[in-house]
């Protein structure tokens, strides 16, 4: 079988060091704090988000519901989990399927230190300015907690993403490669 690679940053934000833009919503959207009724509502929108894209081959529990939901379940039921990061997005259309189309989750990964999850918005909802605020409103909650730094993973092809990440301010610190085992009769993925 052959084998595709995937260039992955680590992006780290230094919150000691780097001034954090405001999380502003545009009209209409409002933010909607972690509460474990929630979880379902995460993994539907984070479902939503990830259909089709690359980092659901990459990582197959994003590529469907089910997965998505024993996603949710792992990360909020973890010691580190830290709600205060952890935001919805919901969306001022009542004419839509969901009511919500952003999602995050933060965890804590050392003293000082924590880690963003999965960020997503939905494609109807994409270059409206959610993505920053999304961000930003998740480092904020990681400021309340005493974390100084953060860092995400972002696959390296994902320019729009990655351009999002610098803009905000978060900095490139590492690069890995993950294996794909593709199909000899697949249809290819961008890289």
């Given at each position: 079988m052959p084998e595709r690679y995937y260039k992955r940053y680590r992006m780290e934000f230094d919150l000691k060091q780097t001034p954090l833009p405001a999380a502003e919503l545009?009209?209409?959207?409002?933010?909607v704090a972690w509460e474990p009724n929630l979880l379902e509502s995460h993994a539907r929108i984070k479902a939503?988000?990830?259909?089709?894209?690359?980092?659901?081959?990459l990582f197959p529990c994003l590529s469907n519901l089910a997965g998505c939901r024993r996603l949710m379940?792992?990360?909020?039921s973890r010691s580190n989990f830290l709600p205060e990061t952890t935001w919805l997005i919901e969306h001022p259309s009542s004419s839509l399927t969901s009511k919500y189309c952003g999602t995050i989750q933060?965890?804590?990964?050392?003293?000082?230190?924590?880690a963003i999850q999965n960020v997503g918005i939905t494609p109807d909802c994409r270059g409206l300015g959610l993505g920053k605020a999304l961000v930003t409103k998740s480092l904020q909650g990681f400021a309340e907690c005493g974390?100084?730094?953060v860092y995400l993973d972002v696959t390296a092809a994902n320019c729009t993403a990655v351009a999002l990440y610098h803009s905000i301010g978060f900095r490139i610190t590492d690069r890995s490669y993950l294996t794909l085992h593709v199909p000899d009769n697949a249809t290819p993925v961008a890289t």
């Open positions: 545009p009209d209409g959207f409002r933010w939503e988000c990830f259909a089709g894209e690359v980092d659901s081959q379940s792992d990360i909020s933060g965890m804590r990964r050392a003293f000082k230190l924590g974390i100084q730094r």
